[in-house]
């Protein structure tokens, strides 16, 4: 039986086999013979090749361009001598191409120089090699545990890296021990942000001054570990042609570089890292003190710089900040720059500075020692477009800051120091750049205000005018035609088709027909005269016309002599659909209110929805601007009070209590607790008329 069985269970295995032999040849078969063509309408089948060929002709254009893929900011590429490097993006994270400049020309010429931002700052490739090489040289685990034992700051669940180093060592030993690893710690996690926020200091100061501000000398009160030398030495290149083939210390302006600082830790990795960079032919000095034999003949003082970088903050008393501050003014530099934290007590520093600053320039110009130099007294160049008291500044009790933030591309040995995964971070400070001699005079006549927005705008009005004069030239040559024929006197009939004296412009054939009527050539001088009052074409196009034939180079210095008055921007605008809304200081020494409707022009509400935190805002402002006062009472947790929302909208302190009200957990918390009211409530009831309950009073 069994044997019978496995017989079958054989046969039926072969058949099986068999089948399957079968069944894969025949699809083999099937396979090799080609599918017959499915039958298409005609129009579908002349879509299709349409389509076809668009796809190949895309397909022909991509082929050889590299960068038709769009570049993520943080997309590297290969430079020479196997470096790497980064594409140039700009404030909104677009890279810097054709496209992204026609977006840029739509602004106006004076909106354009009023926000010129630097935009995302990248590490020159000497200091990443020198800092890289120096954490290799380290134990990065101990690097990593100093860096959060000195820089970060935890809270609860959250955490932040502060930027600030005060350090203060027990004894001479333990600073010995802990100097060094502190400074490399220092110049691995702070040195990039400080570098960032100086550098864009720099820039804005060069774009503001012009080509003719150049920098040889700079004297660096605080200098640490030299962030204010590379920033200097990135934002003053000398010959460009020759820059791509040396260092970025040999093809710089600057020759002569005083480091001032006491902190010897940070000093001594300053060094390591400039010898590491190779230092060529820059005379760099460091010292503890500023000596007299650093001193600069006020003369000679123009290419001179004196820099204190966040240092103001760190040092203990208000007498040690006036002693810096007065030193830095007799040093003899005719710039002197002042950066701190953005924090009121960073501000307050810098604000205190700022008018002590003013008071010397004030005392130079009653100083009868000082009658035979050209430059004397001081003024502010950035970012206050006055030389007032700031109106945010209130000693001791300032509730806003003026200050500004500047994006940094972190570095890899930033983000290994850190553990983090982001590719950028941001440092905010607040600044005064404060020179020597009497504050410009402005232009009387503005210029630069219509950019590629405006002359569109000015277009199509012109081509509506010219449809307009077109109609009427047809009307004139319809009714012409009508009064020939029939022999009505057409003005007579219509008096709003009669020309009035004086409506004609100059060079137009004035000549009265006969009949009355306006004939086709004067139709045609009319249109001719509308359309050539219109700017066209040119990029310095004004709203005056005594002003389109001005050079650009011209109107670059006239806008450089405006800026000194234009409004700066303290506070993110606000930007609605129908109006823009602008909190800035203005060249009256108060915080005011400055709302841009469309209806004031397509080009000022381009510029005022482009403009950004910390821009100069050039277009007045259609309505009487409004007043933003500061309070000068203390917040006792009663209310909102005045001033308080400078830089918000009028509802926006608001909203976050709003927002918590509307959350899960508050709708939550509130149905529990009408709940446990119910249910006290039912078991009060319940208990007044329980049965054998005495109810009598």
């Known amino acids: 039986m069994l044997c019978s069985h496995s017989s079958s269970v054989r046969v039926l295995s072969r058949v099986g086999l068999q089948n399957v032999a079968t069944l894969t040849s025949s699809a083999v078969l099937r396979s ?35 960068r038709a893929r769009p570049l993520r900011e943080l997309e590297p590429f290969q430079i020479e001598q196997g470096d790497v490097g980064y594409h140039d993006i700009d404030d909104e994270g677009n890279l810097l191409n054709d496209s992204a400049q026609a977006r840029e020309d739509r602004k106006s010429p004076a909106a354009r120089f009023g926000s010129n931002g630097v935009g995302a700052v990248i590490l020159p490739v000497e200091l990443q090699r020198a800092i890289a090489s120096l954490i290799n040289d380290s134990d990065k685990s101990q690097l990593h545990s100093d860096a959060k034992r000195l820089f970060l700051d935890e809270v609860g669940a959250r955490s932040s890296w502060d930027t600030a180093y005060d350090v203060k060592y027990r004894s001479r030993k333990q600073s010995y021990r802990h100097a060094t690893r502190d400074a ?29 501000w150049n920098v040889q000398r700079v004297i660096d009160w605080g200098a640490g570990t030299g962030s204010g030398l590379w920033a200097a030495l990135s934002a003053f290149p000398g010959n460009l ?35 590491r960079a190779g230092s060529g032919s820059l005379n760099v000095i460091w010292r503890r003190a500023f000596h007299e034999s650093d001193l600069f003949d006020r003369a000679d003082g123009q290419n001179t710089v004196a820099l204190s970088a966040f ?3 760190s040092l203990p008393s208000q007498f040690s900040k006036k002693r810096m501050v007065k030193e830095m003014w007799e040093s003899g530099a005719h710039t002197i720059i002042l950066v701190d934290f953005n924090t009121k007590a960073g501000f307050e520093n810098i604000a205190e ?28 160049v950035a970012p206050c477009p006055h030389d007032r008291p700031c109106p945010l500044y209130q000693p001791g009790a300032s509730r806003l800051a003026c200050g500004f933030s500047q994006r940094l591309q972190s570095p890899s040995f930033l983000r290994r120091t850190k553990h983090v995964k982001e590719g950028y971070e941001d440092i905010g400070y607040s600044y005064v750049v404060v020179q020597r001699g009497s504050r410009p005079n402005t232009v009387a006549e503005p210029v630069g205000r219509v950019g590629a ?38 003005e007579t009939e219509n008096p709003r088709l009669r020309v009035q004296p004086g409506t004609l412009p100059a060079g137009a054939n004035t000549a009265a027909p006969v009949s009355g009527q306006m004939r086709a050539v004067d139709v045609d001088a009319v249109y001719t005269a509308t359309t050539t009052s219109f700017p066209r074409g040119d990029e310095n196009v004004s709203t005056n016309p ?20 234009w409004p700066r921007l303290v506070f993110p605008p606000l930007k609605k659909s129908g109006h823009i809304i602008i909190d800035a200081c203005t060249a ?9 409707p469309k209806s004031q022009g397509k080009q000022p509400f381009y510029d005022a929805r482009k403009s950004s935190w910390g821009d100069l805002f050039p277009h007045p402002p259609k309505n009487q601007p409004v007043e933003r006062f500061q309070s000068t009472q203390p917040d006792n947790g009663s209310g909102p009070m005045r001033g308080d929302d400078i830089g918000k909208r009028a509802k926006g302190r608001d909203k976050h209590r709003e927002a918590e009200g509307r959350s899960y957990e508050a709708v939550d918390a509130k149905i529990r607790e009408e709940k446990r009211k119910a249910s006290r409530k039912e078991l009060a009831t319940e208990k007044w008329f329980a049965p054998g309950l005495d109810t009598r009073y």
Do not use: W
């Open 184 to 212: 490399t710690a220092f110049a691995s996690v702070i040195l990039p942000l400080h570098y960032s926020a100086i550098y864009a200091v720099f820039h804005h100061l060069k774009h503001r001054l012009g080509q003719t």
């Open 311 to 313: 240092m103001l903050s």
């Open 241 to 275: 042609a020759s820059s791509e083939a040396g260092s970025l210390v040999s093809n710089s302006t600057i020759t002569s570089y005083i480091g001032i600082d006491k902190r010897d830790g940070l000093v001594c990795i300053g060094k390591e890292l400039l010898q």
């Open 546 to 565: 005594t002003t389109a034939q001005i050079p650009m180079a011209d109107i670059e210095e006239a806008l450089r002599r405006e800026a000194y008055r």
């Open 32 to 66: 090799a013979q080609p599918n017959p063509s499915v039958p298409l309408d005609p129009t579908l089948k002349t879509l299709l090749q349409g389509v076809d060929m668009s796809v190949s002709n895309h397909k022909k254009r991509t082929a050889g361009n590299v």
């Open 453 to 490: 927005v405006g002359k569109e705008a000015m277009e199509r009005e012109t081509r509506a005018r010219t449809a307009v004069l077109r109609e009427l030239k047809r009307a004139d040559e319809h009714q012409h035609g009508a009064q020939s024929a029939s022999g009505v006197d057409i």
């Open 588 to 596: 009256e020494g108060k915080i005011m209110r400055l709302t841009i």
């Open 353 to 380: 500075a700022r008018q002590l600053l003013l008071d010397l320039g004030c005392k130079d110009l009653q100083d009868p020692r000082s009658q035979h130099l050209s430059f004397r007294g001081s003024h502010v």
